[in-house]
């Protein structure tokens, strides 16, 4: 991936299912990070009581690590599922790569 960029999806719960189902299916990425989080937020008026009371919302954040040729495609799937629950994303270019223990080539 020599212009590989990462997209950081911050979900609410209850479209969580939705969004693994849509990553699970394309084929243009290998695979993607999850977690659970608890989102903050002012505008609480899209909290419901129990949020309110708590002072946060269950919420999941996940990260695909693809190709920008790839961004257009990714966003325009995961917009499917968040056309009616609200879903911020935000795309970070990744500088380097590689998986630990890897060895450099020799020189």
Do not use: C
């Amino acid at each position: 991936m020599d212009d590989a960029q990462i997209l950081v999806a911050i979900i609410p719960a209850e479209i969580k299912d939705d969004v693994v189902d849509i990553l699970i299916a394309l084929e243009s990425i290998s695979g993607f990070n999850l977690t659970r989080i608890a989102g903050y937020s002012r505008e609480h008026s899209h909290f419901s009581l129990r949020e309110q009371v708590e002072g946060h919302r269950e919420m999941y954040r996940f990260e695909v690590l693809h190709e920008r040729a790839q961004e257009e495609a990714l966003i325009q799937a995961l917009g499917q599922v968040s056309a009616v629950v609200r879903a911020r994303y935000w795309i970070v270019p990744i500088r380097g790569q590689g998986h630990f223990g890897d060895l450099p080539p020799a020189s």
